[in-house]
């Protein structure tokens, strides 16, 4: 099978809102085994989103569409679906009544216009929308090829051309634009849906990555890569790691598995000590369950980050037991008053050092009584770097079991990607040493 997104909105050609849902469906529709050939940005607009239609189906089996469902003017989507199907537009009373529900457990007034989110092409499937207003749809039909030319797609009583060379079964879906009800909705039933449609069982399993760029992955899998079948290897970069994902199909879960585990087995040994997760952990979670496993408690004290070591530890339910402190001493001042750094040091070595690093993280666990102290200081940008301190050094500083020690980092992007990579480094860093 194959696919095309589009995504419909006049705000996304004009960047006001980012396009995840795009990424997400790439990213759900790999693991399912269809193979996305194209993505497509369109405005509010019925005639070019029409010819959009038009030209993804002339490849793809399969195109969905987020955005556009809703009741407002330019919320065109189904319309467009309906004329391209030839169908007309009714009213689904099963999501009228479920609209209403939704209003009524709400204490809100019914808009004039609600019936329009329960609009839908005459022989369409529909998808529940748990979330939200306006349901999902999910149109089918066919159409044919007369002399290499594809004609339009077929309608309920349509005759067949008498001089079809092939005939092609073509599937709309469409999805609400509100990622907290497209992701859902997607999830929930047309995962079920486009199993049940393929005959077999994809699975997927995801390594993750630290401390290993993209291309180095690449270059390390590149036999394995190269000699792909069943299952499927598909690296991609993430901000500070890589995720490698195995896809394979098969008749059962179990005999997809089977597939999957020798292939996941080599990658692992290759990668290692770099895969931090086989199991869809991320890396704060992957962190938060070693400290519970050793028994290990942990303070940190940041500088550069500015929090965001702890936002990630403490986005992890449960980690209360294991994460005890975060200190956030930017200015020299704090280091001093709050981590009791001495002053001759700083005046010494610099905030951005070795020698601050190591203090920092063994003052700080020293202070709030953990077992292990972590630290972050460097140069962001884009000013305050110097010739020997460059934008985008970064010490971390690690203590743990009496002793202190620390790893110097020169990373390359804007303040907020030096931040970022710099937290996913201390984040590994710790991994690395509690293991």
């Not at 079964?169 to 609400?176: F, G, N, V, Y």
């Not at 020798?262 to 869809?280: A, F, G, M, Q």
Request: hydrophobic share 40%; charged share 20%.
């Amino acid at each position: 099978m194959t696919a095309e997104i589009l995504s419909v909105g006049t705000e996304l050609l004009l960047g006001n809102i980012v396009d995840t849902n795009a990424a997400f469906l790439s990213r759900e529709l790999a693991g399912l085994g269809v193979s996305v050939f194209r993505k497509t940005t369109v405005g509010d607009n019925h005639k070019r989103l029409f010819a959009a239609l038009e030209n993804a189906f002339s490849s793809a089996d399969l195109v969905i569409i987020s955005g556009g469902l809703g009741p407002t003017q330019d919320d065109i989507t189904k319309a467009v679906a309906a004329e391209y199907f030839g169908q007309k537009l009714v009213l689904h009373e099963e999501s009228m009544v479920r609209i209403k529900k939704r209003f009524a457990d709400r204490e809100r007034e019914l808009p004039e216009n609600v019936h329009l989110n329960a609009m839908i092409p005459e022989h369409a499937h529909v998808l529940p929308n748990d979330n939200g207003a306006a349901p999902g749809v999910v149109v089918s039909g066919t159409t044919q090829s007369v002399g290499g030319k594809m004609l339009p797609i077929q309608t309920p009583g349509r005759s067949r051309h008498p001089a079809f060379d092939t005939e092609y079964h073509k599937t709309l879906i469409l999805l609400p634009g509100p990622p907290h009800e497209m992701e859902p909705m997607f999830t929930n039933y047309v995962i079920p849906f486009l199993r049940e449609k393929s005959g077999d069982v994809f699975v997927s399993r995801t390594l993750k990555i630290t401390g290993l760029g993209e291309s180095r992955v690449e270059t390390m899998l590149m036999d394995l890569i190269s000699a792909q079948t069943n299952p499927t290897i598909a690296p991609y970069a993430k901000v500070g790691e890589v995720h490698v994902r195995l896809t394979a199909s098969a008749k059962s879960e179990s005999a997809a598995l089977e597939l999957i585990s020798p292939l996941l087995d080599e990658i692992t040994k290759r990668l290692s000590p770099h895969v931090y997760s086989t199991n869809d952990k991320t890396l704060p979670e992957t962190i938060v369950s070693l400290l519970q496993e050793q028994n290990h408690t942990l303070a940190v004290a940041e500088s550069c980050t500015g929090g965001l070591v702890m936002a990630e530890l403490v986005s992890v339910a449960g980690c209360s037991g294991v994460i005890l402190e975060g200190l956030c001493t930017y200015s020299n001042e704090a280091k001093t008053a709050r981590l009791g750094i001495d002053a001759n040091m700083l005046k010494n070595h610099g905030a951005v050092s070795a020698q601050t690093a190591a203090a920092m993280a063994e003052n700080v666990a020293k202070i709030a009584g953990a077992t292990i102290g972590l630290s972050t200081t460097g140069i962001a940008g884009p000013g305050g770097g110097t010739d020997d301190k460059p934008i985008g050094l970064v010490y971390i500083g690690l203590y743990i079991n009496g002793t202190a020690e620390t790893e110097k980092l020169n990373l390359t992007g804007n303040r907020n990607e030096v931040r970022l990579r710099a937290t996913n480094l201390a984040l590994d860093m710790l991994r690395r040493r509690i293991m």
